[in-house]
């Protein structure tokens, strides 16, 4: 369902690799709700080709752009307003990759060359994008920019590995630029800690599907899908959200704030029970 609440915004959308993509979820709802968009991925992304179909369906072009190169980043920066018309008014980061978790490489017996690549990627990469943006005088004053995290960020689930670190680095990026873009140009910054999600990049993470079954059952209201997570991302880019900046916000159904529920606890007890 359509409110038009993006009539009349520009935006730009890093991340759409397949259909399971959160950004591909976020610029289908981004179009419907009237925005004019540009889409982006790394070179090798765009090379697997699907973007393109998106791109047609939301009438528009992907440029291809390796988010820790800042020649890219200008480049897609500069193309992109082209393309739209005029400065942005939303930006979407959804870029996430980890060598480590890739490669099945354990916490404790990190590549440091592999867990570098992991905060470049998936932490630095908003940084240097926001950094462009600034240089470029890209964004509209009152603009939005979401990156989506993650609640290992704050607490240690099994097997997220270093990509816990980045995205507490990219939490923190989003407070600190969040303070300065926002005082110079009313410009908001915000994370979306998204609830576990069956996508590429997620389904990296080891134990996806017993992570998923988890946090569902221990959620009162359940995992958030990434259709739901496009939704909250288009609140965000709307002018419903203009006192919103420098927040990490959870969209993971109540499990960031569960400790035990009744449920788990009746399981709990069970399993306890049959092991004697
Ligand atoms: N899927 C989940 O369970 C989950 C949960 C919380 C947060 N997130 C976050 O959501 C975001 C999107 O991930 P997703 O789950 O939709 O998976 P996805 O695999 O569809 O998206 C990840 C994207 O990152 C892009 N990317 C990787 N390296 C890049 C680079 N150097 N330059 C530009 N783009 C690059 C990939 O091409 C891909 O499009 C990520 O930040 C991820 O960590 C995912």
Redesign the pocket.
């Known amino acids: 369902m359509s409110y038009n609440l993006l009539k009349g915004k520009r935006g730009l959308i890093?991340?759409?690799?397949?259909e399971?993509?959160?950004?591909?979820q976020v610029a289908e709802r981004a179009h419907e709700e009237g925005a004019t968009i540009v889409l982006?991925?790394?070179p090798?992304?765009m090379r697997l080709g699907e973007?393109h179909e998106l791109a047609k369906k939301c009438n528009t072009i992907a440029i291809p752009?390796?988010?820790?190169?800042l020649t890219?980043l200008e480049n897609v920066i500069v193309k992109g307003m082209e393309q739209v018309g005029g400065k942005f008014d939303f930006i979407l980061?959804?870029?996430?990759?980890s060598p480590n978790v890739r490669k099945s490489i354990p916490y404790d017996n990190i590549n440091y060359d592999y867990y570098l690549k992991t905060l470049?990627?998936?932490a630095l990469?908003f940084h240097k994008l926001l950094q462009v943006a600034r240089k470029h005088d890209a964004i509209n004053e009152w603009g939005s920019v979401v990156?989506?995290?993650?609640?290992a960020a704050q607490r240690t689930l099994f097997g997220y590995n270093d990509?816990a670190d980045?995205?507490a680095a990219?939490e923190s990026i989003a407070r600190s630029f969040g303070y300065i873009y926002g005082t110079e140009k009313k410009v908001r910054i915000n994370t979306?800690?998204?609830?576990?999600?069956?996508?590429?990049?997620?389904?990296g993470?080891k134990g996806?599907g017993s992570l998923?079954d988890f946090t569902d059952r221990m959620s009162p209201l359940g995992n958030a899908s990434?259709l739901e997570?496009a939704d909250y991302c288009i609140s965000l880019f709307s002018d419903l959200t203009r006192k919103v900046t420098m927040q990490n916000l959870f969209h993971d159904g109540g499990f960031s704030n569960m400790g035990m529920s009744e449920r788990a606890m009746m399981q709990y007890d069970k399993s306890f029970d049959e092991g004697q």
């Open positions: 890093f991340g759409a690799l397949n399971m993509s959160i950004a591909w982006t991925n790394a090798a992304a973007i752009a390796d988010a820790t190169n890219d980061h959804s870029i996430g990759m470049d990627i998936s990469s990156a989506l995290s993650y609640v990509m980045a995205k990219l979306i800690s998204q609830s576990p999600t069956i996508t590429t990049a997620g389904s993470v996806i998923i990434a997570c």
